[in-house]
C-alpha cells in the first residue's frame, strides 16, 4: 500500500514562511516524480511545483522564486517564502511512477497516489 503523507501547513500573516513536507512510503517503482498542488473552491486545482527522480525541477511560473522545491529520496519539501492572502489553500503532495515529466508535470489526472491534503492560511 502507497500512503502518501503531507505536514507542515498551517497558519501565517502575510510575509511569512512555510515549509510543507511530504513522505511517501510503500512505492515498489525505482522511480518516481512527485509534486505539490493546491486547490481552492474559487481556482480550484492547481499545479505548484514538481519533481523528477533526477531533481530536476519545475514551477508554477507565478510562484517560482517564491516557492522552492526540494527532494531527498522518498520525501519532498515545498518551502514557501513571501506567503500572500492568495495563497491560501489546500496543499497535496502527489506522486506516479515515472522519470522526467517536464511536458505533463501539471496534469493532476496523471498523478496515481495523492496525500489527503494539508490546510495552508495566510492571513493580510
Known amino acids: 500500500e502507497v500512503n502518501v503523507v503531507e505536514s507542515g501547513g498551517g497558519a501565517v500573516q502575510s510575509g511569512g514562511s512555510l515549509r510543507l513536507s511530504c513522505v511517501v512510503s510503500?512505492?515498489?517503482?525505482?522511480?518516481?516524480?512527485m509534486a505539490w498542488f493546491r486547490q481552492t473552491p474559487e481556482k480550484g486545482r492547481e499545479a505548484v511545483a514538481g519533481v523528477d527522480h533526477l531533481g530536476s525541477t519545475h514551477y508554477d511560473g507565478a510562484l517560482k522564486g517564491r516557492f522552492t522545491i526540494s527532494r531527498d529520496k522518498n520525501t519532498v519539501y515545498l518551502q514557501m517564502n513571501d506567503l500572500e492572502p492568495e495563497d491560501t489553500a489546500m496543499y497535496y503532495c502527489a506522486t506516479t511512477p515515472g522519470k522526467v515529466f517536464a511536458d505533463w508535470w501539471t496534469r493532476s489526472e496523471l498523478y496515481m497516489y495523492w496525500g489527503q491534503g494539508i490546510q495552508v492560511t495566510v492571513s493580510s
Open positions: 510503500g512505492i515498489s517503482d525505482r522511480m518516481y516524480v
